[in-house]
């Protein structure tokens, strides 16, 4: 006689989507009308043609930024199945995954400073032109050049972690405009960013007819808009900066970065979101199956990034002086809270929807945290030098990634508690970085500048 074994599924109350929504909602339209009309995020300081003029730039910004974020994530919409389809068994692709922490590692460390040198102009069109090489190479569906294309799709996410950033405060400066307003246009980036993954996703979900990875509709529409991005750069965006000449940049990044104790606590914070959120995507799904239970994960990815827009829109409300709840503690407290929601979730098993529930407050802390590390970049480097210091403090994340997937998705000698425990103690010593370069004597608020 044959034993049925029936599996529970677990289901997400809708009530979810609709609570995160108006929360994004009603932290994204209500702030308005809790800040005075002199504050920073506000443009009724402004003369009538000062604000059409940082409006318009501000929104070409945000157009092409949301084209790129869409573009690199429409080359990883399909994850290991891309892989699996190949028949390669899990510890090969955990081998091939490898090599995007080992191509960010030894080549993306070092593309920050091409882009300080050559300037963001170039290092944007070489973006887009990774992107348009992948998304060719993925289309001819052969394991050789899918492999090649992760390489490149590597170094185009180690160019978008600095490149537009970079562009964005060079334009800023360069055309007068306000620098405290510089705020207002990180958070929005962020924003952009977040609402352009959902947006990938949803287009993939109508591109793709077949469960195995195997249509390349999402590829090819990656290297129409990669193309759409270059053609819109070439065309847009003017020759704001020269090349910088080698030894004049080493001097600069020797003095402003590698000498600079403020800027070496800034670059551990930078590096422990970045591995703590890549850790995230690794153990996520495995730290939620584990339950035994049935789960619908594509259902819960919208949950993940709607969290993270909740936490970027909520950035105004701690950063602007005028705000009843602006607070100088913030972004401290934004990795503490994130360094907790990993610690117990490394520390023992929890129940689904408690473990989901630790998730998006992880996700809503990194919402908040992008946006303020881009405002202390600002208040304590000159721009030249900021691709070079995002790309270098990379580095040691990356290393730490490429050590778990060898040792701990390869090899087998890692427990994912311990992976998510490092995690955790290295979003909580951020903490005390961030906390030391507050009480400095050099620190800045916006209303000095």
Known sequence: MAVVIEREEWEIPSSAYYLLFLSCFASLFSFPFFSTRSSPFSLHSFDHAQALSFLRFQRGLLLVYSLASVTGSLQMIYGEVEFMR????RDQIALIFSVVPAVSLFVGSFAGIFSDIKGPRKACLLYCMLHLFAGMLKCVNWLPFVWIASAFVAIASSLFSFCFETWMVTEHEKQGHRKDLLTDTFWRMTFFESISLLGSQVLANLLTTDAEGGTPLPFALAAILAILGFLYIKRKWSRSQDALAIWSYQKSFSSHVLRDKKIWALG???????????????????????????????????LFIGSRVL????????????????????????????????????????????????????????GFILPSLATLRTMYMPNEVRGGMISMSMGPANAAILLVMLAGAYHKAIVNSAIMAVSAFALLTSCGCVHMLKRSKKHQSWHDL
């Open 311 to 366: 936490g970027s829109t909520v950035f105004p409300w701690f950063y602007d002086t005028s705000s009843p709840y602006y607070s100088q503690n913030s972004l401290t407290s934004a990795f503490a809270i994130a360094g907790l929601a990993l610690s117990m979730i490394a520390y023992d098993y929890q129940e689904i929807g408690a473990l989901l529930m630790l998730f998006c407050i992880f996700h809503a802390c990194v």
């Open 268 to 302: 551990w914070a930078q590096a422990s979101i970045h591995f703590s959120t890549s850790i995230f995507w690794l153990l996520w799904a495995p730290s939620i199956l584990a339950d035994g239970r049935d789960v619908q994960l594509s259902r819960l990815y919208p």
């Open 86 to 89: 190949f028949g390669l068994s």
